[in-house]
């Protein structure tokens, strides 16, 4: 079992340290800035022994070298991506298994929002970083990659058991649900859903993770199959891919 604390910082930004209780080992998924993550595992105790990046944007890496400084710790990041990725020690890709103590994460690739883009898959604990390629209600934005390739990194991640919970990267729920709505006004789900979101966001909770099953029945970009959507969108029958890139395009210009 591993225990995992989220750490918002910047303006929207979760880092998420992943401690593996047996071992002691720590890790810090995407560490953007390094003071609050020291602060956090001094307060619990922890030491910290490992960054997993998911890509190589700012944002993600941009304490990976202080943070490496301090506490002499190994970075594992995408292959794809390695020349990008500060300090690397380890570059993975799909297939690759990473271990944090007792525990294993299995590496996939999910181009789209970067060309290298990887998640890291706690299965045992139904875990997953994902970094900026699925969000609540969202994906990342294709700043390297083809709709093609991201609706194939999102298909990926949609096997995945329904209860795993999401540990994606930012707080975007609130602007992702409100296109939502404006492609899916009539998803009963998603209804539900932005009620729930607003209440969290009034009393300054997070709304993060989410959950795969959550995300099937609510986020537009894992519902190209669905009729509602593609009318919205004058998109009846249409490929699955072209109704991803439309809905992609229009939330670019939401
Ligand atoms: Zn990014």
């Not at 795969?212 to 009318?231: C, H, M, V, W, Y």
Request: with cysteine; glycine share 8%; aromatic share 8%.
């Amino acid at each position: 079992m591993i225990e995992i604390v989220q750490l918002p910082v910047l303006q929207d930004n979760y880092l998420y340290l992943i401690h593996e209780p047996t071992s002691g080992e720590t890790a810090i998924v995407d560490p953007a800035v390094d003071a609050p993550v020291i602060d956090a595992c001094e307060a619990r105790g922890w030491r910290l022994t490992h960054i997993f990046n998911t890509h190589h944007h700012w944002d993600h890496t941009g304490a990976n070298l202080a943070l490496k400084d301090h506490y002499g710790l190994h970075i594992t990041g995408p292959k794809a991506e390695a020349e990008r990725i500060p300090g690397i020690d380890r570059p993975v890709s799909e297939g690759d298994v990473v271990m944090l103590g007792a525990v294993k994460a299995a590496v996939f690739d999910v181009p789209g929002h970067t060309s290298g883009h990887i998640a890291y898959h706690f299965a045992d604990d139904r875990a997953l970083f994902c970094g900026d390629t699925l969000f609540a209600m969202g994906c990342g934005r294709l700043f390297e990659g083809t709709p093609a390739q991201m609706w194939a990194s999102l298909q990926k991640l949609m096997v995945l058991d329904g209860d795993t919970s999401v540990y994606c990267a930012h707080e975007y729920t609130t602007t992702n649900g409100k296109f939502a709505l404006s492609v899916e006004p009539d998803n009963p789900d998603l209804i539900t859903r932005m009620d729930e979101v607003k209440a969290l966001r009034a009393e300054g909770k997070p709304t993060i993770p989410t959950t795969i099953a959550l995300e099937k029945r609510t986020n537009p970009f894992l519902r190209p199959d669905s009729p509602g959507l593609q009318a919205s969108l004058d998109m009846v029958g249409a490929d699955p891919v072209a109704v991803f890139a439309e809905t992609r395009q229009r939330k670019d210009n939401f």
